[in-house]
């Protein structure tokens, strides 16, 4: 029998922005007919418990399901594994440049060069301040390619948030939108009031 669900892969890596990833998985959770597959890497897991004092078994209320980085041969790791696309929350700069430059070292990697050369959504939810040259190009050569998005993780005002949860909340709607799930806590621009 078919999957009648949706999949979006969830790769993350080792920078800052847990709190983040735990929000999108609960938006995905949440959408109809969605299901999120969950691939953390070694760092991934150590700035996850640092941020949010959690482990990898605290994530299987949030993730339909969990792989090893490891785990080569995993579904993802083929193009014949039908998603959505696939988000990377938080992306490394080491994880940029390693799907910048095809080295598919492990099921992260394997995973985000499947969806790009399947041409499925790939959205780099880039962390690293400030940004260097080598981190620019990498993003710039990325952005060229069909159905890739650089978002980075920044902050908005615009919607007068009033707690960090309420742009935690507007920040990963948005990173989810793309795949076509809709969140009340996305609050666009709607001009200025006169």
């Keep these: 029998m078919q999957n009648k669900k949706k999949r979006i892969l969830i790769g993350s ?5 847990m709190p983040l990833l735990l929000c999108c998985l609960e ?7 969605y299901e999120s597959h969950l691939i953390l890497t070694p760092s ?10 959690l482990k990898e078994k605290d994530l299987q209320k949030y993730a339909d399901k969990i ?17 959505e696309g696939m988000l ?20 992260l990697l394997r995973a985000a060069d499947v969806t790009i050369k399947e041409q499925r959504r790939l959205i780099l939810a880039v962390r690293e301040s400030p940004l260097s040259a080598i981190h620019l190009r990498n993003m710039a050569q990325l952005a060229l390619l069909p159905g890739v998005r650089i978002m980075p993780l920044m902050l908005t005002y615009y919607h ?31 001009g200025l009031k006169t």
């Design 27 to 33: 938006l995905i959770r949440k959408a109809e007919n």
């Design 160 to 190: 007068c948030p009033r707690t960090l949860e309420d742009m935690t909340n507007q920040v990963a709607a948005r990173l989810v939108e793309p795949f076509g799930i809709k969140s009340e806590e996305y609050h666009r621009w709607e």
């Design 88 to 107: 990377v929350i938080p992306c490394s700069m080491k994880t940029l440049a390693g799907i910048q430059t095809g080295y598919t070292d492990n099921l």
């Design 44 to 53: 991934a897991l150590l700035t996850l418990e640092h941020e949010c004092g």
């Design 13 to 17: 890596s080792g920078a800052s922005g």
């Design 67 to 83: 792989y090893s980085p490891e785990d080569i041969g995993a579904s993802p790791a083929s193009g014949s594994f039908l998603t």
